[in-house]
């Protein structure tokens, strides 16, 4: 089946700087890609996704990167803001009868002021 | 438009006993998957429900059973509590049955097992 891996476990930035969490997918025929971002004590939201077919995708200040070969994919939160700190968890998925996310641990962002 | 409900909010069990737990999908979606997310880890999958069927089963033992009426909405139901039990459990909604659609997730239910 397949595994997920996230890296760092916890990310500090200062306000204004950039953020980069890294996910790493064991099965090569996973084909989507989300990224949700989880609040204490709330619901996991999701902020951007990215299909197999695609090697890149923003939206605002956020971005996430895909690349296949490398089983890899990243997400990039630019001039990042107090309201940005939250867990965030990546997620990958086959397009196969039954199957359903397999998430990774999870990164505990914190944007100092 | 109303998201992902579910209920009750927080409950605490004690070993033993046994739990059902509430998924009212966003309308218009027909398939509802169901996670436990333990504190500090990820969600786990446990059951994807789509047209009142089950499409998919996670690494859960037979205690965990769920089922989806004809309305979408869901219980999932867990017999025989254990402590390692307590969790929140999440349940999302997408309109298709595949993996590939986007899943939202409801505001979970705490359960917590004395």
């Known amino acids: 089946g397949e595994n997920v891996e996230q890296h760092p476990s916890t990310l500090s930035v200062q306000e204004g700087d950039s953020a980069v969490i890294k996910c790493t997918y064991s099965?090569?025929?996973?084909?989507?890609f989300p990224w949700y971002k989880q609040e204490l004590g709330k619901r996991p939201q999701l902020i951007i996704d990215?299909?197999?077919?695609?090697g890149e995708k923003k939206d605002q200040r956020i971005a996430v990167t895909l690349n296949k070969t490398a089983k890899h994919f990243s997400l990039h939160i630019t001039e990042t803001q107090p309201e940005d700190s939250a867990v965030y968890f990546c997620?990958?998925?086959?397009?196969?009868?039954?199957?359903?996310?397999?998430f990774g641990p999870g990164t505990r962002l914190s944007v100092l002021p | 438009d109303a998201g992902v409900t579910q209920s009750p909010t927080h409950l605490i069990k004690t070993r033993g006993q046994h739990v059902t737990l509430r998924c009212s999908p966003i309308?218009?979606?027909?398939?509802v998957s169901w996670y436990q997310q333990v504190l500090g880890q990820g969600p786990q999958f446990i059951f994807q429900?789509?047209?009142?069927?089950?499409?998919g089963r996670g690494n859960f033992p037979d205690r965990f059973s769920a089922r989806q009426f004809p309305n979408y909405s869901s219980e999932l139901n867990v017999n025989a509590l254990l402590l390692g039990d307590s969790a929140l459990y999440l349940c999302?909604?997408?309109?298709?049955?595949?993996?590939?659609?986007?899943?939202?997730f409801g505001p979970g239910t705490r359960l917590t097992v004395l």
């Open positions: 429900y789509y047209e009142k069927e089950e499409r």
């Open positions: 099965d090569s025929a996973s084909n989507y």
């Open positions: 999302a909604s997408s309109f298709k049955r595949t993996d590939t659609d986007t899943q939202y």
């Open positions: 997620a990958a998925t086959l397009d196969n009868y039954g199957q359903n996310f397999v």
């Open positions: 309308s218009g979606h027909k398939s």
């Open positions: 990215i299909r197999s077919n695609v």
